[in-house]
């Protein structure tokens, strides 16, 4: 990963990104900054919440039901978006400095 990715993802907190783009909230707690995600995956047909993980402070997310998996909200917003990695980058971009 290049030096602007990591000052993109030191700007967008996971936290942050997850309860502005995602319906749902941080649930129970699971260990290491994993939370039970309150809300239904966005990579599969889910119809009851709490098979998606995520880690509030890596970005980090997995799913239990359709094994969607990624270390960080920029391969979030990729797969969610069916983005290039540069173009889910400048769109992560973008949402930084509308949100300053
Ligand atoms: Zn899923």
């Known amino acids: 990963m290049n030096g602007t990715a ?8 996971p936290e942050r990104y997850y309860a502005e783009r995602l319906n749902g909230s941080f649930g129970k707690a699971t260990g ?3 939370h039970q ?6 990579f599969h047909k889910d119809k009851r ?4 993980v995520i880690n509030r402070t ?5 799913c239990f039901s359709c ?7 920029i391969d979030f917003h990729m797969q969610r978006h069916s983005l290039s990695f540069s173009d889910a980058f400048f769109d992560l971009r973008r949402m930084t400095k509308c949100v300053r």
Do not use: V
């Open 6 to 13: 990591i000052s993109l993802k030191r700007n967008i907190s």
């Open 37 to 42: 995600w309150n809300g239904l995956c966005p």
């Open 49 to 52: 919440p709490g098979s998606l």
């Open 67 to 73: 094994g969607t998996k990624g270390g960080d909200i």
């Open 32 to 34: 290491k900054g994993w």
């Open 58 to 62: 890596t970005g980090a997310y997995r």
